[in-house]
Structure formats: structure tokens, C-alpha cells
């Protein structure tokens, strides 16, 4: 989401309201691939991909039939592509592996002024998948009301990804615990939704910059940001998941469109409804805490608060740590141009993707 004078970026794939169902009032958007990976970052152990870009230690040749194509999925062959599905562009990027069944499915989502192509490079998703063994779907939102190019996300759009989602699934028979989602910004908000409404269709979930308000209404604003949430509030309706499932948070100190008393008390919200108790602190700097919650059922929230700020001057200066750490996307791009400062301790798209590999469901 975009104000006069501050970005709001969205990827879960936001500036926005906790939980309402207002239309986007703001941009939260990204950018274009640049340079290698900082060596400074946090070494993620990414294992590395065997001759024909299958994951590690599984055989990329067929066992037993092929996928079959169905309704928008008109092309199963191993590669990267462009679909149409329910009215959205929807890339997907098919590992070798992945003709097989049994594959995990990671879903990304972008933030304003993004696409799925945009908020790739910010993750490097697709290629780590390509390494795991995970389908990743990058769907790109209705178009950006605003003047800058791009799309964003609605609440009436939800329901749509699960669809998109559920029909990647079947085509490729992934396994439904490894289901998978992550967003940023206003996708960020999505992945909190998709959380609140569809808790038991995913094994883990990693929503980056997007909060929520009070939890005494579904809606109004937080601190600033109009969009609907996830308030852990069984009272409301879509307030509260079904079910408890690990989460990954990734929240800017400095952030801008969603700021820091936004993304807290969401975390607050999810810590007080679950029961959860902080474990000590995993690792960190003076730039970053990553910290971890967990209780008796062994749910787990673990989050990465960053004091990293986007590139200033800069088209998204004003996003400040609304940001992804370790992207390395050219920070002067037009568009979507949101990646943090570098050097930078760690890298989201690794954080995510190494999260996930560990919180399957049971």
C-alpha cells in the first residue's frame, strides 16, 4: 500500500486494517533480480541441486504415471510457467522431482505494486523449491488501483487462491503435509487470513510485515493500517484458526506502512491464545532477534525482527524496514523495488523455506 509520502509494500506472497473487510487503502509493493547473494548472510545450508535441477537424493525420473493436466493447468512438464486460473496470472515452478507424487507446495504471495514474478525474486523461492523439492505458486493479484504499476490483493480474493491452490495440488499430487504459505505486505495480511479461515489446509505459515489491530473488531485500522487480519479472537468470525499451526513472522522495527505496534500485537494476540511460552533467544545481533514461542502441543511461532531499511535514496526509501532481508533485488528498480540494505545477517526466502522443511504436519 502506497500513501503520499510513505510506501507500504505488500508480498503469502500491505499497509493495511487488522481485520476488515475494507478494500486496500494503501501500497505494499517490490522489485527487479540483481546481483549474487551477500556473503555476510546467515549460511541457510541449502543443499545443492542435482544435474537435471531435482532436489537431493530423489530419483527425477517418473515413478509410475505422469501428472495430468486439469482445468487451468494445461502444461505438467517439469520448468517454470505461466497459467491462467481463475482469472489470475499464476506462475508455478515444477521441479524435475515433482512429476512424482509426494512434492511439497509452497504458495507466495506478493505485496502492492507486485506480482508473483516480483515477489520471486525478492524470495528466490522457486529456485530453493527446485532444490527441496517444492512446487511454488506465485499468483498475481487484480491490478493496483493506484498509478503505479502492478497488483495487489482483496479479501474477496482469498477464497480464489485456496482454489488456485488446491487445484496446483491436485495436478501434481503434493503431499498435504507439506502445504505451505507465505506473503509479504499486503500478501502478508492474506497469509494471516488464510491462517484465521483455512487453518487445516496448511502445515506451517510465514507471513512477513502485516498485523493486526486491538481484536475487538474484525476491521478498523492498526496504527495507522487499514486492512483485515487474523485477531485470535474466537468471537469473530474467521477470528480464530481451527487449528494451531507453526508460524514464521518477520517484522521491520522501522517499518513504515506496517509498523512495529502493528506487527507486535499480532504476535501478542497469537502468543495469548495459544498458550505460548518464549524459549531463549535463538540468535541475533544487534540488528536482529530471532526469537521463539512454543507450548505443550509443541505449536511453535518463531519470529525475525530486523532494524535493516531499504536503500536510501531509493524509490521505496520511505518503506524503510518494510523490507526483505537478504533479496537481492536491484534496490533502484521502478518497481516493487523493496529489498533491505545489504549486508544482511540472514535471508528471508532461505528462512522460509528452512522453516517449512521442519514444521510439516504431523
Request: net charge negative.
Amino acid at each position: 500500500m502506497r500513501r503520499r509520502g510513505v510506501v507500504c509494500v505488500v508480498a503469502v506472497m500491505v499497509a493495511i486494517a487488522a481485520c476488515s473487510g475494507a478494500e486496500p487503502s494503501g501500497e505494499l509493493g517490490g522489485g527487479t533480480p540483481a546481483g549474487p547473494a551477500d556473503p555476510a548472510k546467515k549460511d541457510s545450508g541449502t543443499p545443492t541441486t542435482t544435474a537435471d535441477g531435482s532436489a537431493p537424493g530423489t530419483d527425477a525420473a517418473p515413478q509410475g504415471p505422469p501428472p495430468t493436466p486439469s482445468g487451468c493447468i494445461t502444461d505438467v512438464t517439469p520448468g517454470d510457467h505461466t497459467f491462467t486460473c481463475e482469472g489470475f496470472s499464476v506462475d508455478v515452478s515444477i521441479p524435475a522431482a515433482c512429476v512424482n507424487p509426494g512434492c511439497g507446495l509452497i504458495t507466495e504471495l506478493h505485496g502492492d505494486t507486485g506480482t508473483g514474478a516480483l515477489m520471486d525474486a525478492n524470495t528466490n523461492l522457486k529456485a530453493l523449491g527446485k532444490q527441496r523439492g517444492y512446487v511454488v505458486v506465485a499468483p498475481t493479484g487484480p491490478p493496483w488501483p493506484g498509478a503505479e504499476p502492478g497488483s495487489t490483493w482483496r479479501v474477496q480474493d482469498d477464497a480464489t487462491i485456496i482454489t488456485i491452490i488446491k487445484k496446483v495440488a491436485e495436478v501434481f499430487r503434493t503431499d498435504p503435509k507439506k502445504n505451505h504459505v507465505t506473503g509479504f505486505s499486503r500478501g502478508g495480511f492474506v497469509t494471516w487470513r488464510l491462517l484465521c479461515k483455512y487453518a487445516d489446509l496448511f502445515a506451517s505459515v510465514a507471513p512477513a510485515t502485516a498485523g493486526s489491530n486491538n481484536g475487538t473488531s474484525n476491521g478498523f485500522t492498526c496504527n495507522g493500517v487499514n486492512e483485515v487480519s487474523c485477531p485470535f479472537n474466537a468471537g469473530q468470525a474467521n477470528g480464530m484458526p481451527s487449528v494451531e499451526v507453526p508460524i514464521l513472522f518477520l517484522m521491520g522495527r522501522t517499518d513504515t506502512p506496517v509498523p512495529l505496534g502493528c506487527t507486535s500485537r499480532v504476535r501478542e494476540q497469537a502468543v495469548a491464545a495459544w498458550g505460548l511460552t518464549e524459549k531463549p533467544n535463538v540468535d541475533g545481533d544487534a540488528l536482529y532477534k530471532h526469537r521463539r514461542w512454543s507450548n505443550a502441543k509443541g505449536t511453535v511461532l518463531e519470529t525475525y525482527e530486523h532494524s535493516y531499511e531499504t536503500v536510501n535514496p531509493g524509490p521505496f526509501s520511505s518503506a524503510k524496514g518494510h523490507c526483505f532481508p537478504g533479496s537481492t533485488m536491484d534496490p533502484q528498480a521502478p518497481q516493487y523495488a523493496v529489498p533491505c540494505k545489504l549486508p544482511n545477517a540472514f535471508t528471508w526466502g532461505e528462512q522460509v523455506i528452512e522453516f517449512f522443511e521442519a514444521h510439516p504436519k504431523p
